[in-house]
């Protein structure tokens, strides 16, 4: 508490003979049990265990790790192509999708997730068109369709695509997917493929003029709250959210601020670097959110390109900093939470109690 003590004098500009008076009267205002700049501390969660090393030796690079209530575990495996099932004792695990162009399997994975009715959807890209297969609990196949074909800026991490169906949201019976090609901030679709309904304005960027990269800075991860609505968490440039009703009204936005991410946003470019694919030169983007997921409460969990997870309440206020450990320090690739409350990571496939 000292440390924040600290902070929030700093942060007010005060006459040296109020400074007194002024400390005076937070030191009342705690001992009645108000919080003073609770947020500002880090937390470290340290892991309460995970998959065994023997099982996550056979991923090549897990991008997903899920669990369906009161069952077993899914692990995405991107660069093996593939989707692993490990039973709830964690004692081993099967391989349920093999790479392949055909339907049934995949091939160039971006996105993955799980319903809780135990079926999962897998987003893939064979021979470039954009594809989505919803699998049931066993791995066959339910439903498939392809998406019009589309040539997206895209947003990534090292080798890993964060947004377009790489941002795809599973319900159970509808998806979600980013979509601000279309003016749109995201998308949702029937199982069938049927686009539904189109949710969001995009927001101001200041590069109207620039159309890619207007679109790349307005791509995001749309997230179902359990306890109502959408949040759309923006991947790049200026860190910021929105939360959305469940009939697609914008209730609040929110930017995302803290003392670990000054230096990130003071240098963000104001020209970005292109590179050509196919016909077209595109913006290289890098993220400013590697990860985010909504727990059980409505509360907001984003993971930064700063090595820190930012916690948001259900009115958007910013509860709480996290850093997570697991034999060394864990930046989050991909969080999801289980019904009863444990986080699941990507990298190592760890478990947290948050």
Same mark, same amino acid.
């Given at each position: 508490?000292r440390l924040?003590l600290?902070?929030?004098?700093?942060?007010?500009?005060l006459?040296?003979d109020h400074?007194g008076?002024f400390?005076?009267f937070?030191?009342?205002?705690?001992?009645?049990?108000?919080?003073v700049?609770?947020?500002?501390?880090?937390?470290?969660l340290?892991?309460?265990?995970?998959l065994?090393?023997?099982i996550?030796g056979?991923f090549e690079?897990?991008?997903?790790?899920?669990?369906?209530?009161?069952?077993?575990?899914?692990?995405f495996?991107r660069r093996?192509?593939?989707?692993?099932?490990v039973d709830?004792?964690?004692?081993?695990?099967r391989?349920?999708i093999?790479i392949?162009?055909?339907q049934?399997?995949?091939i160039?994975?971006?996105?993955f997730?799980?319903?809780?009715t135990?079926?999962?959807?897998?987003?893939?890209?064979?021979?470039?068109?954009?594809?989505i297969?919803?699998f049931?609990a066993?791995?066959l196949?339910?439903w498939g369709?392809?998406l019009?074909?589309?040539?997206n800026?895209?947003?990534?991490?090292?080798?890993?695509?964060?947004?377009g169906?790489a941002s795809?949201?599973y319900s159970?019976?509808?998806?979600l997917?980013s979509h601000?090609?279309s003016?749109?901030?995201f998308t949702?679709?029937?199982?069938?493929g049927?686009?539904?309904?189109?949710?969001?304005?995009?927001?101001?960027?200041?590069?109207e003029?620039?159309r890619d990269l207007h679109?790349?800075l307005?791509?995001?991860l749309?997230l179902v709250?359990?306890?109502g609505?959408?949040y759309?968490?923006?991947? !790049?440039?200026? %860190?910021m959210f929105?939360?959305?009703?469940? +009939? =697609? @009204? *914008? &209730?609040?936005?929110?930017?995302?601020?803290?003392v670990?991410?000054?230096?990130?946003v003071?240098?963000?470019?104001?020209?970005?670097?292109?590179?050509?694919i196919?016909d077209?030169?595109?913006?290289?983007?890098?993220?400013?959110v590697r990860?985010?997921?909504?727990?059980?409460?409505?509360?907001?969990?984003?993971?930064?390109?700063?090595?820190?997870?930012y916690?948001?309440d259900?009115?958007?206020?910013?509860?709480?900093?996290?850093?997570?450990n697991?034999a060394g !320090?864990?930046? %989050?690739t991909?969080?999801?939470?289980?019904? +009863? =409350? @444990? *986080? &699941?990571v990507?990298?190592?496939?760890?478990?947290?109690?948050p």
């Amino acid at each position: 508490m000292r440390l924040g003590l600290r902070r929030l004098l700093r942060s007010v500009r005060l006459q040296p003979d109020h400074a007194g008076a002024f400390v005076l009267f937070l030191l009342a205002a705690m001992s009645a049990g108000a919080r003073v700049d609770a947020a500002l501390a880090v937390e470290t969660l340290r892991s309460i265990g995970g998959l065994p090393p023997h099982i996550v030796g056979l991923f090549e690079a897990p991008l997903g790790f899920q669990q369906v209530p009161d069952g077993p575990y899914y692990v995405f495996d991107r660069r093996g192509h593939s989707v692993y099932t490990v039973d709830a004792g964690k004692t081993s695990a099967r391989k349920l999708i093999e790479i392949g162009h055909e339907q049934g399997r995949v091939i160039e994975p971006r996105g993955f997730d799980t319903s809780p009715t135990g079926s999962f959807v897998v987003a893939d890209a064979p021979n470039g068109v954009e594809r989505i297969q919803i699998f049931g609990a066993a791995g066959l196949l339910q439903w498939g369709f392809r998406l019009p074909a589309r040539l997206n800026p895209t947003v990534t991490v090292g080798a890993i695509v964060l947004n377009g169906l790489a941002s795809i949201q599973y319900s159970g019976e509808n998806l979600l997917l980013s979509h601000p090609e279309s003016g749109a901030l995201f998308t949702e679709y029937s199982t069938s493929g049927r686009a539904l309904r189109s949710i969001g304005r995009l927001r101001d960027t200041g590069f109207e003029q620039d159309r890619d990269l207007h679109v790349a800075l307005n791509s995001g991860l749309p997230l179902v709250d359990p306890t109502g609505g959408f949040y759309y968490v923006f991947l !790049a440039g200026r %860190p910021m959210f929105h939360k959305y009703a469940a +009939d =697609g @009204r *914008l &209730l609040f936005e929110r930017h995302i601020q803290g003392v670990e991410l000054d230096a990130f946003v003071s240098a963000l470019p104001t020209r970005w670097p292109r590179r050509r694919i196919e016909d077209r030169e595109l913006p290289f983007v890098q993220p400013t959110v590697r990860a985010a997921a909504v727990d059980g409460r409505g509360q907001l969990w984003v993971s930064l390109s700063v090595p820190y997870t930012y916690v948001f309440d259900r009115q958007g206020d910013k509860v709480r900093t996290v850093q997570f450990n697991a034999a060394g !320090a864990v930046s %989050p690739t991909s969080l999801f939470f289980t019904r +009863d =409350g @444990r *986080l &699941l990571v990507t990298p190592g496939c760890f478990e947290f109690r948050p």
